[in-house]
């Protein structure tokens, strides 16, 4: 019974294993003009990229962490691989491919993934409208300066993809675009962009071995700042892809297991002389959504199929129209950005603080045409807007005792570097009598800039001659108070 029970779930239902194998199909047939186009963006031949999209999805389809996620070249990695290609050449390339992947395994181990918890919502949703807005724009090349037909092939793509699913979901409809609009083309002799004009397809498969570059501590000086490069990108729109499809599927992934998954996918990769990458959003968006897909053995195939299409029917490959892949990628942009995220009766309702991080977000992403460096500053700016609302929290009230008693100071709040700021001032040091209590019981201690004004506060009593009890602290306050104050230097 065990044995029945952990078997995968495509094999147990043909159904599943049908939507598995076409996902598998579609994506493979995408990846090609993107892996072509990564590799001209990062200097290396078309089958640099082509190479280590197979590798990348056939190895993480047994080490990643989440399932039916693509993997594969990135335009992110191409970008932060390219100088190092142009300036010191393949085998260097290579080497910070297979480094980075060390570097991938190694933040995995000491939690990198934990830190995911720390990406606010309006900054996913930044993430998902940006990469939306890339992937569209990606398109764009491929609409202008091209022959009038083009434009009408797209549109009839692009209806085959809406309107079939309506009908029929036994084949997948991006499939079905492509094979219409590929044996139309032929068919009619009409002279429009093909994927073989994007570059020239592999006709052998890639080679097991070590990079070609002297092993010396200069070469690592050289390659180290790119390999940290590629682990830091790689794994952010890794484990960024992977919570979108976690929602996407209401299911949970292991997200340790994701970043040192990708972390072996680099290192084989790079083995195999491929430019390495990370997950691709766009393609498990068309693998997850537009196809269905749900399990490993799509990611799988993506790879096979690829290596399959490239390498043994480049032929055949090469005849299909740009128009159609273009067609499946702006219904994946389309379908990809949150349109209730900007809507007038949702921006009406939300916070303004949450607006701008979520522009920010997009707009970083944009101008870098980076979605690590785009993440980056919506999570600096979340953390601004969060300081600056929770500054507000803390306030302080007093109780002077008619009988002449102490003057007692109640704070309520958070107390840390932006609500502590304004404490001292908020304090009658000439005027209070010569007791005065300071009531903690409303508040939490988060930080040494606390402590520090606490001192403060003290010292100026003390200077004329007065006494100050804190009471009330709770336990992790008083911990953090006891173990701090009167060691910071907190004389203002």
Request: aromatic share 6%.
């Amino acid at each position: 019974m065990s044995v029945l029970l952990s078997r995968p779930a495509w094999l147990a239902s043909p159904r599943i294993l049908r939507t598995e194998v076409l996902a598998g199909l579609v994506v493979a047939l995408a990846l090609i003009p993107e892996a072509i186009s990564f590799s001209i963006l990062a200097g290396v031949d078309p089958k640099i990229g082509l190479f280590a999209s197979f590798t990348m999805a056939v190895t993480i389809a047994f080490t990643g962490g989440r399932p039916a996620m693509i993997s594969a070249a990135t335009g992110a990695v191409a970008l932060v691989v390219g100088p190092l290609a142009r300036e010191h050449g393949l085998g260097f390339l290579v080497a910070a491919v297979v480094l980075g992947g060390v570097f991938q395994i190694v933040l995995a181990l000491v939690g990198v993934a934990k830190l995911m918890r720390f990406i606010p919502r309006s900054v996913m949703v930044g993430f998902v409208n940006a990469l939306a807005i890339l992937i569209f724009s990606a398109q764009l090349p491929h609409l202008t300066g091209v022959p009038w037909l083009v434009y009408p092939l797209v549109a009839a793509a692009l209806a085959i993809i809406w309107f079939l699913p309506k009908l029929t979901t036994a084949v997948p409809a991006p499939l079905v675009a492509i094979v219409v609009l590929t044996a139309f083309t032929l068919i009619a002799h009409v002279a429009v962009p093909t994927v073989g004009d994007e570059g020239r397809l592999p006709d052998s498969l890639p080679v097991l071995g070590l990079p070609d570059v002297p092993f010396t501590v200069n070469t690592l000086k050289i390659i180290a700042p790119y390999a940290l490069g590629i682990a830091l990108v790689g794994l952010m729109e890794s484990l960024m892809t992977a919570k979108l499809v976690d929602d996407l599927t209401d299911t949970r992934s292991d997200k340790t297991r994701e970043s040192w998954g990708q972390g072996v996918a680099n290192i084989v990769t790079g083995l195999f002389g491929g430019m390495g990458g990370c997950a691709m959003i766009d393609q498990t968006m068309i693998n997850v959504k537009t196809s269905g897909a749900r399990t490993r053995l799509s990611t799988f195939l993506a790879g096979v199929f690829l290596l399959i299409l490239v390498v043994a029917l480049g032929d055949v490959v090469a005849l299909i129209p740009m128009a159609a892949l273009v067609a499946v990628m702006i219904i994946v942009s389309v379908g990809t950005f949150d349109w209730h995220s900007i809507a007038p009766a949702t921006l009406k309702r939300m916070p303004a603080g949450e607006i701008i991080v979520m522009l920010v977000t997009v707009a970083g992403t944009l101008a870098t045409h980076n979605l690590a460096v785009g993440v980056v500053l919506g999570v600096l700016a979340a953390m601004v807007v969060f300081a600056r609302r929770v500054a507000h929290f803390a306030t302080v009230t007093s109780e002077p005792d008619p009988d002449g008693g102490p003057r007692v100071y109640r704070v309520h709040g958070e107390l840390f570097f932006a609500s502590s700021n304004d404490l001292v001032h908020q304090f009658d040091y000439a005027g209070d009598p010569d007791q005065v209590v300071i009531d903690l019981s409303a508040a939490h201690i988060w930080d040494a800039s606390s402590v520090a004004a606490l001192d403060a506060i003290t010292t100026k009593y003390a200077a004329r001659g007065k006494q100050t009890e804190i009471i009330g602290l709770n336990e992790a306050s008083t911990k953090f108070h006891e173990n701090l104050s009167g060691k910071l230097g907190a004389g203002h």
